[in-house]
Every structure is written in structure tokens, then in C-alpha cells.
């Protein structure tokens, strides 16, 4: 099974900050990667797919780069709706689908 | 617009049984694979079972396998999760999800679930 590791496990941002969410595979997945943002108490929320394709209704302060095993997550001007938990999604080798373990995005 | 319902969660005690549903409206529900995904508390996303479109391909997680059994039912346009001998660490919310392709195990093709349910709550204690 593919593992996803995510870095950092939390973190704490002020307004208007650029934040950024990394996301290793433990085998190279070319870009079947996916992003999800969790609120508390609601369900996930898919935001990118494909490593770097935006999905529709997402604000375009939202960005996913990389491709293999590396990849990155950037809200370019974090906005108080944005904190949230966010997860990503590798889809390459399924099943099992397999979640990294998480990054929370707190208020400094 | 696509919705989602779950339904079907509630206390259950170790060993017992519980059948979750997951009512889909808004799209051509058997044109969709659907996944069943749950979170412990406090805890992250966990794949638990995929369906295809036509209900004929099944997959699951390892730590379920040979005690849930995930179906549909295109007719009524429901997704279920039979779950059998729970036990506690299968405490979590549950939630449905739509595939955006017809099938579960695919090349080459990006797949993505969106949107998802709003989650029902299955506690196993005594």
C-alpha cells in the first residue's frame, strides 16, 4: 500500500499569511494526488485534484504543485474561513485508498 | 445539486450489527462509483469500502474485510454499509462519497471524491 505523509501535523498563521502543506508518498504516484479541506464537524471538501487542478467553486488563493512523490499545498493569503484541517489523497494505486494523517491550520 | 444523506448510525454494542444508508439525489447515482470513508474521534480520514457503478465491483479496507459488506441499490438511487461484528475501534463517523468515474480500479485516469455526505455516527461500547 502507498503511504502519505504530511508535514507539518499543525500550524498556527495570521491572517493573510501564505501557507504551505506538504505532502510525501512513499512511492512516486506522477500527480494522482488529491487535496481535501475539513471544517470542524462537516464533512471534507475536495479542493484540488490532479495535483494542480482547481476545483470548481475553489478560491484561487489555492494551489497544488508537485508530481512523483512530493507535494505542496499553498493558500497564497490565508483567509479566517480557511482554518481547517486538510488532507491529501493519493489515487494512482487504488484500492486501498490511502489519506495522509492531517494538517491543521490554526489562527496564531 | 448533488446531495448525499447518511442515515443508520447510532450506539451499537461489541459484537452487534448496524446497516448505514446513504440516500443520493441530484445525479445519475448508477453512473458513480460511491466510497465509504469513516474518522474515529479526533482522528483522520480512513478508506473503508468502494463500489462501482453497477454494484458488480467491491473493495475494502482490510481492517473491515469479512465483516462489512458495502451494496447498492441504483433502483432506489441508495448506498448501504452492513456492517457486522463491530468492534470498538470501528467507533467513528461514517461518510459517503461520489466517485467522479463509473469505476473503482482504474489506469491512468484521475479519480476524486466530491461531494461527500454530512456523516453519521456509529459508536460500538457496552
Known amino acids: 500500500d502507498i503511504q502519505m505523509t504530511q508535514s507539518p501535523s499543525s500550524l498556527s498563521a495570521s491572517v493573510g499569511d501564505r501557507v504551505t502543506i506538504t505532502c510525501r508518498a512513499s512511492?512516486?504516484?506522477?500527480?494522482?494526488l488529491n487535496w481535501y479541506q475539513q471544517k470542524p464537524g462537516k464533512a471534507p471538501k475536495v479542493l484540488i485534484y490532479?495535483?494542480?487542478s482547481l476545483q470548481s467553486g475553489v478560491p484561487s488563493r489555492f494551489s497544488g504543485s508537485g508530481s512523483g512523490t512530493d507535494f505542496t499545498l499553498t493558500i497564497s493569503s490565508v483567509q479566517p474561513e480557511d482554518f481547517a484541517t486538510y488532507y491529501c489523497?493519493?489515487?494512482?494505486?487504488?484500492?486501498?485508498?490511502?489519506f495522509g494523517q492531517g494538517t491543521r491550520v490554526e489562527i496564531k | 445539486e448533488v446531495q448525499l444523506v447518511e442515515s443508520g448510525g447510532g450506539l451499537v454494542q461489541p459484537g452487534g450489527s448496524l446497516r448505514l444508508s446513504c440516500a443520493a439525489s441530484g445525479f445519475t447515482f448508477s453512473s458513480y462509483a460511491m466510497t465509504w470513508v469513516r474518522q474515529a474521534p479526533g482522528k483522520g480520514l480512513e478508506w473503508v469500502s468502494a463500489?462501482?457503478?453497477?454494484?458488480?465491483?467491491?473493495y475494502y479496507a482490510d481492517s473491515v474485510k469479512g465483516r462489512f459488506t458495502i451494496s447498492r441499490d441504483n433502483s432506489k438511487n441508495t448506498l448501504y454499509l452492513q456492517m457486522n461484528s463491530l468492534r470498538a475501534e470501528d467507533t467513528a463517523v461514517y461518510y459517503c462519497?461520489?466517485?467522479?468515474?463509473?469505476?473503482?480500479?482504474?489506469?491512468?485516469?484521475?479519480?476524486?471524491?466530491?461531494?461527500w455526505g454530512q456523516g453519521t455516527l456509529v459508536t460500538v461500547s457496552s
Open positions: 463500489i462501482s457503478g453497477s454494484g458488480d465491483s467491491t
Open positions: 512511492q512516486s504516484i506522477s500527480t494522482y
Open positions: 490532479a495535483a494542480s
Open positions: 489523497e493519493q489515487s494512482y494505486s487504488t484500492p486501498p485508498i490511502t
Open positions: 462519497a461520489k466517485s467522479n468515474l463509473y469505476i473503482v480500479v482504474v489506469v491512468a485516469a484521475y479519480k476524486w471524491f466530491d461531494p
